[in-house]
């Protein structure tokens, strides 16, 4: 539900301590409610979160939101972008004041090309995600929406964060409607 990734984020942290040129990686912050990347945009940096949490979400032409995962410290974004080539596949929004490291796209070319390390934690996160995606698939065809919204209400209390009733039912991929009988039927007014 939540995703980090520590060995990325020490790789990082190790890599921005040491650079030789200051503007490769610079840290940037992002307020509660400020989209870091816009789903059919272009990235203009390849970005780690190093704090915070966010939203990954795709809009569907009937601008309805489905929000893939919560993303926090250790992750990165708009890689796959830059490998492919695309704008960006999704939007990533700050639920929680961010920072991140945000690598410029020469630099992390580079990177990609010469740093075995960069590609094995890349790898990790690639093979990291597919696993997540199906086992998020199969847990939904499992598991009542009640379930589901149970663990993700533990998720707002473990993490302290806020998370709306909107946001609450595109990440269940329910509508508001389902999301307040499945909130009624656990005993939650909210």
Do not use: W
């Amino acid at each position: 539900m939540l995703r980090t990734n520590q060995s990325f984020l020490s790789y990082l942290e190790q890599l921005y301590n040491a650079q030789q040129r200051k503007e490769d990686i610079i840290v940037k912050s992002f307020p509660k409610g400020k989209r870091l990347l816009v789903q059919n945009e272009n990235a203009s940096k390849i970005m780690l979160i190093k704090d915070g949490i966010t939203k990954c979400f795709f809009t569907e032409e009937n601008e309805k939101e489905y929000i893939l995962e919560f993303l926090s410290k250790g992750e990165i974004v708009g890689e796959i972008e830059l490998i492919r080539k695309v704008p960006c596949l999704c939007s990533i929004e700050a639920m929680t004041d961010v920072t991140v490291y945000a690598i410029s796209i020469p630099y992390f070319t580079s990177l990609l090309k010469t740093d075995i390390g960069l590609n094995n934690l890349l790898l990790e996160v690639f093979a990291e995600r597919i696993v997540n995606t199906s086992s998020r698939a199969s847990y939904q065809q499992l598991y009542t929406t009640e379930y589901t919204l149970a663990k993700l209400l533990e998720l707002q209390s473990k993490q302290e964060i806020e998370i709306s009733r909107e946001d609450k039912a595109a990440y269940l991929g329910i509508t508001i409607r389902s999301l307040n009988r499945a909130l009624k039927s656990l005993g939650h007014s909210k």
